[in-house]
């Protein structure tokens, strides 16, 4: 018995930091970026830049200059996780 399966697909444009952080969350180097992608989580519960500027005039800044700096270098120095699959 023969099926035929016919997969649709979609082309799309992608900055190259996003590419290479995409190719990053490959679980295994034969894993399709449409595996990432469904596997991927997104939360309900999102801001919009509106509501973001209208909280900080009503309420003022949630962090400091040194928090913000403090965040930035974090996020600098942020890297994936080690691949725990991969070849040793």
Do not use: N, Q
């Not at 979609?10 to 930091?17: G, V």
């Amino acid at each position: 018995m023969c099926i035929l399966c016919v997969v649709s697909s979609k082309t799309i444009s992608l900055k190259l930091e996003a590419y290479e952080r995409l190719r990053a969350a490959r679980r295994y180097p034969s894993e399709s970026f449409s595996e990432v992608v469904l596997r991927a989580t997104w939360p309900e519960d999102t801001v919009s830049g509106r509501d973001l500027l209208a909280r900080m005039r009503h309420s003022g800044p949630w962090f400091s200059e040194s928090e913000l700096d403090a965040i930035a270098a974090l996020k600098r120095g942020d890297r994936p996780p080690e691949d725990k699959w991969g070849d040793h």
